[in-house]
């Protein structure tokens, strides 16, 4: 009783300031019809009641960023206002307009379609963060779709946005994982079987969700005001470093936008991470990885793998192109603020710099990954390009690998067997390998032991190097399956734990080394575990 009345005086206590609904336009209307909604940033728009708000987990550091305990979570005032279901007096709740391309095609009109934001706090360290709710009912913007969300896609989100934190990858973060005790209907497939899920919504936050998609609807439909009026609004209130006249600040901004992205896709590349839907209304103007809905991470290193059905043909998102995808979406933000600036050249500077950055961010990484102190152009790009193919030759877990090659030996007196020993688990059919391939994983390893004595780090400071990069507990894709089969027998254990061992991806934890394992042989072709579609 007494700790649940201080928590509501914390939640209460909540100072609102709601920049990006006070200082940008508006649209006038305030029914939630599904429509185009012309020269405004956002609709005002409400949550619906959920029927039996219940909550199922919730992340103790997100609630921080707001100053509440984890204590302070599971009040029933929390629970209530991050179903939607009471909204907080200085709350300003609304759904942004944006647009996209989707699969490479101009889509027009998409917006928040199921997410309602809450508005924007101040914290105690005066930082901002704007608070979502994705799956509170529909908004102008939910085209054909109900604005719900179902509990396996909202299981995935939170845990998978939290991993993505404390693995130290830009993201938006999750605050709370909330059932609404409401049915859903899905057809998981699209094969004509739909199912009633589970209802369900995530709390999300993030310093601005603003996308590369909000600029691209004004340009596209000639709304150049409100395009300056967002491009003015996001450079002083995300960018304040920002100094230059206009038009120079847009060319520098977008520099910048290129710099973030370059470096949130070389963070993929580090972990193995899979978005999966690199629409550019999926893209941040920040740079944070945001939308999390079929994604993956990969077990057997092959570049060419993408985790969403919708995409298994052309494999426009699969691992290894997200870097060019990403160069692909700035072009379209470039064309969208080509109006503020008038001119190519700029932007494409900028475009050929973000090769630059790609290039110079993720020879830092591989480096790293490899625990050598900095690239030698001259041996290391070899190096890298043979493990690559190596790596890709036979089913090899990408994470287990770059672990385990931690505990190499480097001393030149160790035999082939003692340096590729460690490496074993790795594999995901170690009988399989033939003596062809024994041999060039030998021949390499020797070229890499030779190569880290060069730099003269010890072997316990090399690995020390390396565990700090190279994660060992990643958000793999069948714990998620198994935590959401749980979840949706009533069982919330798997997620909390989960939400704990993924706090400190990098070190080891006794007794939770089942969250490390390779994947077993029944999720190979598992839905959910293999195969995940955008139904959600
Ligand atoms: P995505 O590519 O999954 O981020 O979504 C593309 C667009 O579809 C966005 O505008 C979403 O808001 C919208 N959308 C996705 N699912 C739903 C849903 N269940 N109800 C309404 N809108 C949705
Ligand atoms: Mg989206």
């Known amino acids: 009783m007494h700790s649940s009345s201080r928590s509501s005086q914390s939640l209460a206590e909540l100072r609102f300031t709601n920049r990006f609904s006070a200082q940008l336009p508006a649209d006038p209307r305030n029914d939630n ?27 103790r550091e997100a609630a921080g960023l707001l100053d509440l305990s984890g204590e302070e979570c599971t009040s029933g005032l929390f629970t209530r206002v991050f179903s939607g279901n009471e909204l ?19 889509a027009g009109q998409l917006g928040d379609g199921r997410v309602i934001n809450l508005g924007e706090i101040i914290n105690s360290r005066n930082e901002y ?68 899920e589970p209802g369900a919504i995530v709390c999300r936050l993030s310093p601005s ?32 470093y920002l100094n230059g006249s206009k038009p120079e600040v847009y060319s520098l901004w977008f520099d910048e936008v290129c710099r973030l992205t370059a470096e949130l896709m070389v963070h993929w590349l580090r972990v193995g991470f899979v978005h999966g839907v690199m629409n550019t209304d999926n893209m941040s103007i920040l740079g944070l990885t945001i939308d999390y809905g079929p994604y993956g991470w990969l077990e057997d290193y092959d570049p060419t793998w993408t985790p969403n059905t919708t995409d298994a043909r052309g494999r426009r998102y699969c691992y290894g192109r997200q870097p060019i995808i990403a160069h692909w979406n700035l072009a379209q933000l470039a064309n969208a603020l080509y109006p503020l600036v008038g001119k190519p050249e700029p932007f494409e500077q900028s475009l ?13 990484m591989i480096t790293g990954k490899l625990g050598l102190k900095a690239f030698d152009p001259a041996h290391d790009r070899l190096l890298v390009e043979d493990l690559l193919h190596l790596l890709a030759e036979v089913e090899t877990d990408m994470t287990l690998f770059f672990r385990q090659l931690a505990y190499v030996p480097s001393a030149p007196e160790k ?12 594999f995901y059919h170690p009988d399989h ?47 998620a399956q198994l935590a959401i089969d749980q979840a949706t027998g009533g069982e919330y254990t798997l997620v909390n734990e989960l939400l704990e061992v993924l706090r400190s991806p990098y070190t080891e934890q006794p007794g939770k080394e089942r969250f490390a394992e390779k994947r077993p042989e029944w999720a190979r072709h598992r839905p959910g575990c293999s195969m995940l579609s955008c139904s959600s």
Request: proline content about 5%; hydrophobic content about 35%.
């Open 209 to 240: 969700f603003i996308r590369f998609g909000n600029f691209e609807l004004f340009t596209a439909r000639g709304e150049t005001g409100v395009l300056k009026q967002l491009a003015d609004f996001t450079i002083r209130t995300h960018f304040p």
């Open 129 to 196: 963060w704007t608070l979502q709710l994705k799956g509170a009912g529909p908004t102008p913007y939910s085209r054909h779709a109900d604005g719900l969300a179902v509990l396996r896609s909202s299981l995935r989100e939170f845990l998978c946005s939290e991993a993505m934190f404390h693995l130290g990858i830009p993201t938006t973060r999750a605050l709370s994982l909330i059932l609404t005790g409401d049915t859903v209907e899905r057809d998981m497939f699209y094969d004509g079987h739909p199912q009633e």
């Open 352 to 364: 050929q710099n973000y090769n630059l950055y790609f290039e110079q961010s993720w020879q830092d």
């Open 33 to 59: 019809t599904r429509r185009q909604v012309y020269r405004a940033c956002y609709s005002r728009v409400v949550p619906v009641t959920a029927t039996e708000p219940e909550l199922v987990a919730c992340s």
């Open 415 to 426: 035999q082939a067997d003692e340096r590729s020993a460690p490496l074993q688990i790795a």
């Open 433 to 479: 390998l033939n003596s062809a391939y024994h041999k060039k994983l030998s021949d390499w390893l020797l070229r890499y032991c030779n190569r880290v004595r060069r730099d003269g780090l010890s072997d316990q400071e090399r690995k020390k190097r390396m565990d700090a990069v190279n994660p060992l507990y990643v958000f793999r894709n069948y714990l």
């Open 88 to 106: 907080l007096p200085d709350m300003d709740t609304y759904a942004m307009c944006y647009g996209g391309h989707q699969f490479g095609n101009w």
